[in-house]
Antibody, heavy 117, light 107 residues
Framework: QVQLQESGPGLVKPSETLSLTCTVS??????????WSWIRQPPGKGLEWIGY???????NYNPSLKSRVTISVDTSKNQFSLKLSSVTAADTAVYYC?????????WGQGTLVTVSS | DIQMTQSPSSVSASVGDRVTITCRAS??????LAWYQQKPGKAPKLLIY???SLQSGVPSRFSGSGSGTDFTLTISSLQPEDFATYYC?????????FGQGTRLEIK
């Protein structure tokens, strides 16, 4: 059974960089069959895809966030990470990591990140 | 970007009812559509992929249909655990986009 777990600070100051890590168990980020994604959901709102990374390191980002997003992978630790720079209150959301093959079949439980001074 | 529009935004129904939720894509997406169920405080759960394929472990009262631009999710006989928010998602082209959600409430 694949499991994903997000970790990182729950509070980030405006203009700083949000950093989260997703640890995968029961599966490998080196699997060539899947893409490893980040998705977010502002409180009370819908879902927004942030981007994905393939085990090779190739990435694809949502154009709406592309200038501020970096997703990386560490195959030795079976983890992938998200960095979102220059955050504002609008980036306050629950951040999910997920396994994807176009469709997201396994999700982490989500972690709330609040942007506030 | 492909816009995904769900209707209705909310619906009230009773246990045992049949409910249909619609999702329309702003351009054709073939069968690259998935449906998710989300309960408060939880991550979305995959119900349907490729428009009509039931994810393993999902009850057979859930079904999906459609192709191109118009899709439906049907719950044949509502159970108490089905009251949740449902999202559609297109996987035809990037960026991946979701519908705004349909909240299914108890009447």
């Amino acid at each position: 059974q694949v499991q994903l777990q997000e970790s990182g600070p729950g509070l980030v100051k405006p203009s700083e960089t949000l950093s989260l890590t997703c640890t995968v168990s029961g599966g490998s980020v080196s699997s060539g069959s899947y893409y490893w994604s980040w998705i977010r959901q502002p409180p009370g709102k819908g879902l927004e895809w942030i981007g994905y990374i393939y085990y090779s390191g190739s990435t694809n980002y949502n154009p709406s966030l592309k200038s501020r997003v970096t997703i990386s992978v560490d195959t030795s630790k079976n983890q992938f990470s998200l960095k979102l720079s220059s955050v504002t209150a609008a980036d306050t959301a629950v951040y999910y990591c997920a396994r994807a093959y176009g469709t997201f079949d396994y999700w982490g439980q989500g972690t709330l990140v609040t942007v506030s001074s | 970007d492909i816009q995904m529009t769900q209707s209705p935004s909310s619906v009230s129904a009773s246990v045992g009812d049949r409910v249909t939720i619609t999702c329309r894509a702003s351009q054709g997406i073939s069968s690259w559509l998935a449906w998710y169920q989300q309960k408060p405080g939880k991550a979305p759960k995959l119900l349907i992929y490729a428009a009509s394929s039931l994810q393993s472990g999902v009850p057979s009262r859930f079904s999906g249909s459609g192709s191109g631009t118009d899709f439906t999710l049907t719950i044949s006989s509502l159970q108490p655990e089905d009251f949740a928010t449902y999202y559609c998602q297109q996987a035809n082209s990037y960026p991946i986009t979701f519908g705004q959600g349909t909240r299914l409430e108890i009447k």
